[in-house]
């Protein structure tokens, strides 16, 4: 195996950081590396808002569901939907189909994977954090984001304290995986996987995301958080932001 894959294999979710900064080398690294992903037709829609001002990552920190490892990280960078810059080149393009919701959210989400590998390529760690959509209205007006703007996901970056937790189990490939045609979900399989989950978080390092913290199984994960993560305001916001209309 080379360094890559054994990095890509050894991924697991840091939220506990030393107050240690990281350098200006090592950030213009992780950015470099994040703004060389590929990207849908060269449309380049996304944003990094980085941020760097204590007072207003404490704000940002109440916004997004009182994550303290969103204060604690050296850095915390939103990455953001963009279609404002294109759209000033472009301003006759009607940007309200779907479609360009779909093309900038997935480049917004392959940018912040490789800002995050990048990161933890150096011997980093850090976690995503999907909380900052649970006041999305609040958290655009506080970062000045323009229509055709919408924050994605947070992403804390630091130097991690003490060990790095354990590997948290997957779906076996056969679930997740198929030749040529979709497979139906395979109970046996499931139940095998949710014995290793329960195994999983009986052990698990004690700084819980908050998602996670009274589950016992995979599958009690997926019922208890499916429909938490219902944000029923969502649909309004992205149309006001000038997204999804169509
Ligand atoms: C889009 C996205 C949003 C996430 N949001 C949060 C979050 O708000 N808080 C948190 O503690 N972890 C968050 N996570 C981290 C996941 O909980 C974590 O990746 C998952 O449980 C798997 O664990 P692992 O990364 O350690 O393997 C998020 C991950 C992704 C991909």
């Given at each position: 195996?080379?360094?890559t894959?054994?990095?890509?294999?050894?991924?697991?979710?840091?939220?506990?950081?030393?107050?240690?900064?990281?350098?200006?080398?090592?950030?213009?690294?992780?950015?470099?590396?994040?703004n060389?992903?590929?990207?849908?037709?060269?449309?380049?829609?996304?944003?990094?808002?980085?941020?760097?001002?204590?007072?207003?990552?404490?704000?940002?920190?109440?916004?997004?569901?009182?994550?303290?490892?969103?204060?604690?990280?050296?850095?915390?960078?939103?990455?953001?939907?963009?279609?404002?810059?294109?759209?000033?080149?472009?301003?006759?393009?009607?940007?309200?189909?779907?479609?360009?919701?779909?093309?900038?959210?997935?480049?917004?989400?392959?940018?912040?994977?490789?800002?995050?590998?990048?990161?933890?390529?150096?011997?980093?760690?850090?976690?995503?954090?999907?909380?900052?959509?649970?006041?999305?209205?609040?958290?655009?007006?506080?970062?000045?984001?323009?229509?055709?703007?919408?924050?994605l996901?947070?992403?804390?970056?630091?130097?991690?304290?003490?060990?790095?937790?354990?590997?948290?189990?997957?779906?076996?490939?056969?679930?997740?995986?198929?030749?040529?045609?979709?497979?139906?979900?395979?109970?046996?399989?499931?139940?095998?996987?949710?014995?290793?989950?329960?195994?999983?978080?009986?052990?698990?390092?004690?700084?819980?995301?908050?998602?996670?913290?009274?589950?016992?199984?995979?599958?009690?994960h997926?019922?208890?958080?499916?429909?938490?993560?219902?944000?029923?305001?969502?649909?309004?916001?992205?149309?006001?932001?000038?997204?999804?209309?169509k």
């Open positions: 195996m080379n360094n894959i054994e990095l890509l294999h050894k991924h697991t979710s840091v939220r506990s950081f030393t107050n240690q900064p990281l350098t200006e080398e090592q950030r213009d690294a992780i950015f470099k590396a994040a060389q992903t590929s990207t849908s037709s060269l449309l380049q829609v996304v944003s990094i808002i980085r941020i760097a001002d204590p007072d207003l990552r404490k704000k940002v920190m109440h916004l997004s569901f009182n994550q303290p490892y969103i204060e604690e990280a050296a850095e915390f960078w939103i990455f953001c939907a963009d279609l404002n810059r294109n759209h000033q080149i472009a301003p006759k393009v009607d940007l309200e189909y779907i479609e360009y919701f779909l093309i900038s959210t997935f480049d917004a989400g392959l940018m912040a994977q490789n800002a995050l590998t990048a990161a933890e390529s150096m011997g980093l760690g850090g976690v995503f954090i999907g909380g900052v959509q649970v006041n999305i209205a609040e958290l655009t007006e506080v970062l000045n984001l323009p229509k055709y703007v919408i924050p996901v947070g992403l804390c970056i630091g130097h991690p304290a003490g060990e790095k937790p354990g590997l948290k189990p997957r779906l076996p490939q056969s679930m997740v995986m198929f030749d040529n045609q979709y497979q139906p979900l395979d109970e046996e399989k499931l139940a095998t996987y949710d014995q290793q989950m329960r195994e999983y978080y009986q052990n698990r390092p004690v700084r819980a995301p908050f998602t996670v913290q009274k589950v016992k199984g995979w599958t009690d997926i019922e208890d958080h499916l429909e938490r993560a219902q944000l029923p305001f969502m649909l309004e916001y992205l149309n006001k932001q000038g997204f999804a209309k």
